[in-house]
């Protein structure tokens, strides 16, 4: 698997074989990115389970937290890292023996999360792996839904936006 560049076929199938995802690292903060990747992921019919064992609410967007991986109840098809590259090892060896228990499928690393070292032990172990990538974003972009949250669209921009010559200048009103 070349993991510097999927097809939309393999992101296409790996989320159609999803609909449970326990999400290690959810934050009950509502300005985190775990929060909003998972209020975009339940809108759009998953379940997600939020995976913390530092997260002092006992739920986040109305699920239930759970400390860790072994804590859920299958099944689960996939386990989504929001956590860092080091940290991610040792959640994808959690992830591939609890596998058959829980009914992991998948092993989806964040956005800037990559760990190519555990990626190839899920991988030797059947589970399908995506790595630098989030699944709201991937979802968003296979369904032709990007520009409705302002992406390629020129409404959300971190650019200053240019007057057009004339107005600079002070010419029009």
Known sequence: ?????????YIRAVLASVRTIAMVGASDNWNRPSYFAMKYLQKKGFRV?????RV???????EEVVKELRDLAPPVD?????RNSEAAGPIADEAIALAKEKGFKVVWMQLGVRNDEAAARAEKSGLAVVMNRCPKIEYARLNGELSWNGFNSNVISSKRRRLPPARAKGTMP
């Open 49 to 53: 389970i939020p995976v913390n064992p």
């Open 56 to 62: 002092s609410s006992a739920e986040i967007l109305g």
């Open 78 to 82: 996939m386990v989504d890292i929001f």
């Open 1 to 9: 698997m070349d993991h510097d560049a999927y097809s939309d076929d």
